[in-house]
C-alpha cells in the first residue's frame, strides 16, 4: 500500500499531518481507526474538552475505514487482550 494520508488536524492555523505507511494491508482498517481515535483525543486535550472512554471512539469508526479500504484492509485485528470492541480473543 501507498502512503496514506489519514487525517490532518487544523487549529487556529496550525496544521498536523500525519502519514502512516501500512507494512501490512490487513491492518490498515485497525490503525487507521486508531490513530482516528488518537488525533481526536489530542482535539479534546489541546480545546480542554472531555474526552471519551479509550476504544469508544474507534468502536465507531473502525467499521467506515472496513468500508472505505474494503475486507482486505481488515483481516488483522487488534493485538489479543486490546480489542475495544471487549472480544479479547
Given at each position: 500500500m501507498d502512503d496514506t494520508e489519514l487525517g490532518t488536524l487544523?487549529?487556529?492555523?496550525?496544521?498536523?499531518?500525519?502519514t502512516d505507511i501500512f507494512d501490512e494491508l490487513g491492518k490498515a482498517a485497525r490503525d487507521g481507526a486508531g490513530?482516528?481515535?488518537?488525533?481526536?483525543?489530542?482535539?479534546?486535550?489541546?480545546?480542554?474538552t472531555?474526552?471519551?472512554?479509550?476504544g469508544e471512539l474507534w468502536v465507531e469508526v473502525h467499521p467506515r475505514y472496513v468500508t472505505h479500504l474494503?475486507?482486505?484492509?481488515a483481516t488483522i485485528g487488534p493485538p489479543p487482550g486490546n480489542d475495544p470492541r471487549g472480544t479479547n480473543a
Open positions: 487544523t487549529r487556529q492555523g496550525d496544521r498536523l499531518t500525519l490513530w482516528h481515535e488518537c488525533l481526536d483525543r489530542l482535539v479534546a486535550e489541546l480545546d480542554g472531555p474526552q471519551r472512554p479509550m474494503g475486507p482486505d484492509a
